[in-house]
Every structure is written in structure tokens, then in C-alpha cells.
């Protein structure tokens, strides 16, 4: 699995894409979260990062599939898919590892924003007068909501050759998964509505940004993750037979 894990790593970092994807996560996070006039933390007046959690969700639905895109769609496009499984390693440990790949390209990505809490801490007034607390959970918050997108996108990897389908299909349902479905709530009223909204990840990732880490938002998060893993081993199981 480690094996697997710095390969993809290594390639992944081998290619112009890696830095081009990086780049432009972090110039948009950054010109969003500081400049953009609409968003700006400047012009808004209050040391606390609720602006750049709201918006990185959806940042995340684009970087998120350009990373996972390749990690399967890649071998069966090239046909190396065959040798991978016949490798003296289990399926989850493939999958283990280019999912853990996936997540610490996504870890590594995520790590220069930590400058955006410094800075706030600094520039508030009194110094440090800033959430700490909330800022941590949504940053956990942020990773788990990662790790299913990652989940997703590696599943649907597997079911296609082609990159850009299962980047755009892997957007496609992680926006759904992510606001689609409490969006899809809103038709509905009393029990129903709760049920469906509690369903998709927004309710979930949005209380764990108020600082709160109630464990039923991180089993549930964590679980979502777990389904797609789940459904990716018995994809590339049916491919193996």
C-alpha cells in the first residue's frame, strides 16, 4: 500500500498539472478571501474565517476531482489496470493508497492557508481576537468533507478511461452530495425535509465549523467515505473477475 502510495504521490508531483491545480486553489482562495471586494475579509471588518469555509466547499469541488480523475481512470486507459491487480496486494490496499494520496496532495494544498489564521490573529484587535475553536473545526471540518470528495472521485474513476468524464461526473455528485440534496429539501416540509437535508453533508460540515465537534457530524462524514471506498473495492472487484 505505501509502495502504491509514494507512486502516485511521486507521479503526481511529476506532472506540470500538479502545480498548475495547487496554483490555482491557492491564488483563488487567496484572491477571494482577501481581495475580492464582494468577500474580502478586508472590507469586511471581523477576524474570523467564516468567508473562506464557506466558499472553499465549492473550490473543492473542482480541485478535489482533478486529483482523484487519474488515479484509476489512467490505468484502465493505458491498460496497467490488469497488472495492478495481479500484484501481490490486496484491493485495499491499492485503494488505500491512492486514496491516502489523493488526501495528502489535498493536506499539502490546504497547508499555506493556515497564513490567512495567523494573519488574523495578528491583525485583530486586541491581537488574537479571533475563534480559535471554530476555526479548528471547520478546518476538520474541511479535511472530512475532502476526504469524501476524494472518496467519490476515486470511485468514479473506476468506472470510466476517460479523465474528463470522471472528473465531471465526480463534481457533478460531490455538488450534490454537498448542497444538492438540502437544496432538493427545501420542496419538501416538517420530517421530510429534515430527514433529506440531514442526508447531505452542508448541515454536517456547517456545525462543525461553529467550533462544536459533535461526533454524530464526524461518524457521518466519515461513513460517506467509507460507502464510496466500499462501492470503489467492489468495482475494481467486478473488474478483476
Not at 475532502?146 to 470511485?155: E, L, N, S
Not at 416538517?190 to 452542508?202: D, E, M, R
Amino acid at each position: 500500500m505505501w509502495s502504491i502510495f509514494r507512486k502516485e504521490v511521486a507521479s503526481f508531483f511529476n506532472s506540470l498539472i500538479a502545480y498548475i491545480v495547487i496554483g490555482v486553489f491557492l491564488l483563488l482562495n487567496g484572491w477571494l478571501f482577501w481581495i475580492y471586494p464582494e468577500t474580502s475579509i478586508l472590507d469586511y471588518g471581523y477576524a474570523e474565517m467564516d468567508t473562506f469555509f464557506q466558499l472553499c466547499p465549492f473550490i473543492l469541488l473542482f480541485f478535489i476531482p482533478a486529483v482523484t480523475m487519474r488515479t484509476f481512470s489512467e490505468e484502465l486507459r493505458s491498460g496497467t489496470m490488469e497488472y495492478l491487480l495481479t500484484r501481490p496486494v490486496s484491493l485495499w490496499g491499492i485503494i488505500l493508497g491512492k486514496y491516502l494520496s489523493c488526501l495528502l496532495i489535498f493536506c499539502l494544498a490546504l497547508l499555506p492557508t493556515l497564513i490567512y489564521y495567523f494573519s488574523l490573529y495578528v491583525l485583530g484587535n486586541p491581537a488574537g481576537n479571533i475563534d480559535s475553536a471554530a476555526v479548528a473545526g471547520s478546518y476538520l471540518g474541511l479535511m472530512l468533507l475532502a476526504g469524501v470528495y476524494a472518496a467519490i472521485g476515486v470511485f468514479l474513476s473506476t468506472l470510466t478511461k476517460n479523465q474528463v468524464v470522471a472528473f465531471l461526473v465526480s463534481a457533478l455528485v460531490c455538488y450534490v452530495v454537498f448542497v444538492g440534496l438540502d437544496q432538493f429539501s427545501q420542496l419538501f416540509s416538517g420530517s421530510v425535509q429534515y430527514l433529506i437535508a440531514q442526508v447531505g453533508l452542508s448541515i454536517h460540515y456547517n456545525s462543525l465549523g461553529k467550533g462544536v465537534l459533535d461526533s454524530r457530524d464526524i461518524i457521518y462524514m466519515g461513513s460517506v467515505s467509507v460507502l464510496f471506498l466500499l462501492l470503489t473495492y467492489q468495482s475494481l472487484n467486478n473488474i478483476r473477475k
